[in-house]
């Protein structure tokens, strides 16, 4: 159902380009942030494992019923509670069941979800959770464990949210490097110089979309070198040219706030992983 590799030499995923962005045009709906949480391919999953996500079917049940989904449901069932949790009343049992089930699950999507949804209830416990959940072995898991650091105390969990940088997969830097963006704007400019030069597409990509809200010589620079770089595939390098047209205090005002009162167009779509309009 997910490639957990990266397809560098392929055309970048369409969600995550501007011109499809929830983010976009004239009256922008006010999304940040960076592309969606996961890459989903189709594959061999069923019709009832897509639409894992619905929580509908649980809306009106009490919290036990969903923790008794997320406990001895088959895989769907799980995933969808884990998410439907997240919704709700923030109670010590919701934590507890997504600690002590969700995040242990063998199946990596409900622990994915597991971590979203203690994103959205917050609190001392789903930071820490999260903070374990950040070595996880699914990059995805690890990726979305950023976004819920984010979410809970970007300032709290920094240490954690910048060790992510140095970890293998692109979703998780790229993650780490849009949260850090947010809480120290400017300042993260040796980091995204660096990053402008990753392997990964979809970093530099990313890394020459935050320059935009750098203004200074050495980041003005780089965005031009990128953006005539005929070496560089398309995306990066229109990414780079929008970069340049930018203002670069527009832009950090964009991710000046938090994303806990975003609202997500898909449940299980994290709002971390949007980007803004330039």
């Known amino acids: 159902m997910r490639d957990p590799d990266e397809a ?78 997240g919704e709700g009343r923030p109670t010590e049992a919701a934590v507890d069941a997504l600690i002590e089930h969700g995040l242990a699950d063998d199946d990596a999507d409900v622990r994915q979800f597991a971590v979203e949804a203690l994103g959205e209830l917050g609190g001392g416990r789903a930071g820490e959770a999260a903070v374990a959940a950040c070595d996880d072995p699914d990059p995805w898991v690890r990726a979305e464990a950023v976004v819920a650091l984010d979410r809970i105390g970007r300032s709290e969990y920094a240490p954690t949210i910048e060790a992510a940088l140095d970890d293998e997969h692109h979703a998780v830097v790229r993650n780490a490097m849009v949260s850090l963006f947010k809480l120290r704007g400017e300042a993260l400019c040796p980091v995204l110089l660096e990053l402008s030069h990753a392997d990964s597409e979809r970093l530099r990509e990313w890394a020459v979309h935050l320059l935009a809200g750098v203004d200074a010589e050495r980041a003005a620079a780089r965005l031009d070198a990128v953006a005539n770089d005929e070496t560089q595939s398309t995306v990066v390098r229109s990414t780079a040219v ?37």
Request: aromatic fraction near 2%; avoid cysteine.
């Open 242 to 278: 929008r970069a340049l047209d930018a203002d670069p205090g527009k832009f950090r005002r964009q991710f000046s706030g938090g994303t806990e009162n975003d609202s997500a167009d898909l449940p299980g779509e994290s709002t971390l992983n949007r980007r803004p309009d330039l």
């Open 8 to 85: 560098t030499d392929g055309p970048t995923d369409p969600r995550v380009h501007p011109e499809e962005s929830p983010g976009f045009g004239e009256e922008p709906d006010g999304l940040e942030d960076i592309e969606v949480s996961r890459d989903v391919t189709i594959g061999d999953a069923t019709p009832r494992e897509l639409q894992a996500t619905d929580t509908a079917p649980l809306r009106g049940t009490d919290v036990a019923e969903k923790i008794a989904d997320l406990v001895d449901g088959d895989p769907v069932e799980r995933r969808r509670a884990a998410l439907a949790l």
